[in-house]
């Protein structure tokens, strides 16, 4: 079903001229762009109740109180402006105005600065009504403006801000609509990294959902969840952490995966430049693993997260089929060590890849670019069908990079996971997956039990109890 685009003006007077939608603006920074957007298109005074902007630090303190990190653009002043904003609504107006529905939008945004040493990023909210007198809804995202000129990022943030309200009063029926609408106008110019939508009219929304239509429409190349499925963003805690990635299909995940989690974070937290108490573990889904012929099946998706969720993982959904741009996306929080988990199979594909591409003469910059002081790629191994345990170090590569090769392997750069357990690499997930969706025995011995319990509980991976009849 396609969609048809709107220009933000049409949003803002189709808002403007319904009646029932009546809210406050409060914009911290960036000007009051949102805002402005209403009053242009005319019959503002049927939408706007107040416009604010406390500029100043001690004006917006007394308002909103202190933040104990001490900065202004980030999502507890967000949900502080909020709270504020729609507790003054329902004392003034909700007896008033009954039949209405109530929204607050606030942002606190710090546009690009003349010295571009701040990029431009921003926190921006609704609470809002879907019925008149009915409870209030919460949509927050995290946002990177992409122009190089403060003028132009104010602009944005004003389309961005249309954008989120129009989605909330029109398209809360359609939540993939409402997440791509988004970007309406100022695609390539805003990046949308993080989003959530709470409350009682969104309870049937799987906030997971919501992260992979962020990178499914690409308003991001990453987005990630917590273990019970909030989204979540990196500057919430992985800044200045050490930070270990292992990416994998996890369709579903098994022993082996339980064993990579674990022998190679307790070996990735045992190096010198790591701090054990300052190292995180996230799991990563790429697109391209997602997808089956050309597609991505939603309830597939969510088994898989579901599982991680109840193994304590944060997960990461990206469209990064090169780990690179997942570095770069990562650099902006100033990880200290990154630690990257792949199997052999897929290092050999890497290194192959790098090899065939970069025969220019770019082969050390291409090499440079993923394996870096700031790097350590582990690698876990693989038993192929004629019972060869392949390794990094036996892994056969292209001559003409063996001898960069071995020096990666020598200056552990690529590193071999250790203390793995060879017991379980003659589990292929794959096959465990085939037995589940069909309904054949001898699946469960593969998983941990509390996947078991999981997939049969909740029906994950297609399963069916084969031993269920049906009731005529």
């Not at 192959?352 to 993923?370: S, T, W």
């Amino acid at each position: 079903m396609n969609r048809h685009i709107l220009q933000t003006e049409q949003k803002a007077l189709e808002i403007n001229l319904n009646q029932k939608i009546y809210g406050t603006f409060a914009e911290i920074g960036a000007g009051q762009e949102v805002a402005r957007n209403f009053f242009q298109v005319g019959a503002a005074a049927g939408t706007i109740a107040k416009t604010m902007s406390a500029y100043d630090k001690d004006f917006s303190d007394a308002i909103y109180g202190r933040e104990e990190s001490k900065r202004y653009v980030c999502e507890s002043r967000l949900y502080k402006m909020l709270d504020h904003e729609y507790s003054l609504m329902e004392e003034r107006l909700m007896q008033k105005k009954s039949d209405t529905r109530f929204f607050v939008f606030a942002d606190t945004v710090a546009a690009i600065n003349y010295t571009k040493t701040i990029k431009g990023n921003g926190w921006l909210g609704i609470r809002f009504q879907k019925t008149p007198g009915g409870p209030p809804n919460d949509l927050v995202i995290h946002a990177k403006m992409k122009d190089n000129d403060n003028r132009l990022q104010q602009e944005a943030i004003g389309v961005l801000g249309v954008n989120m309200l129009y989605a909330c009063f029109f398209y809360f029926d359609n939540i993939e609509f409402f997440v791509e609408s988004l970007l309406d106008g100022v695609r390539d110019r805003i990046e949308v990294d993080m989003m959530r939508l709470n409350g009682p009219d969104f309870d049937h929304v799987d906030n997971r959902l919501l992260s992979l239509y962020l990178v499914k429409h690409g308003l991001t190349e990453v987005s990630m969840f917590d273990h019970l499925g909030n989204a979540k963003h990196a500057s919430e805690f992985l800044y200045k952490k050490d930070l270990m990635v292992v990416r994998g299909h996890y369709r579903p995940p098994t022993k082996v995966t339980l064993d990579v989690f674990k022998s190679g974070f307790e070996q990735f937290k045992a190096e010198d430049e790591v701090e054990p108490e300052n190292a995180r573990i996230v799991t990563e889904m790429t697109l391209n693993y997602l997808r089956e012929d050309g597609k991505i099946d939603e309830e597939d998706f969510l088994s898989r997260a579901k599982c991680l969720g109840e193994m304590g993982m944060t997960c990461i959904i990206s469209d990064c089929l090169h780990h690179q741009n997942l570095i770069n996306y990562l650099n902006d929080y100033k990880i200290k060590k990154l630690g990257l988990v792949i199997g052999v199979n897929e290092l050999k594909e890497i290194i192959e890849d790098k090899y065939e591409n970069n025969q220019d003469g770019r082969i050390l910059v291409a090499f440079g670019e993923l394996f870096n002081r700031n790097i350590n790629v582990y690698v876990y191994p693989a038993l192929l069908e004629d019972n060869t345990l392949l390794k990094a170090k036996n892994m056969m590569v292209p001559e003409g990079i063996h001898f960069l090769y071995k020096h990666l392997i020598d200056s552990n750069q690529i590193m071999e996971i250790e203390n793995y357990s060879q017991n379980n690499l003659g589990i292929f997930p794959y096959q465990v997956y085939e037995k589940i969706k069909n309904g054949e025995e001898g699946w469960e011995d593969a998983l941990p039990d509390e996947l078991v319990s999981l997939i049969k509980k909740e029906g994950l991976f297609s399963y069916k109890n084969k031993n269920t009849s049906l009731e005529v």
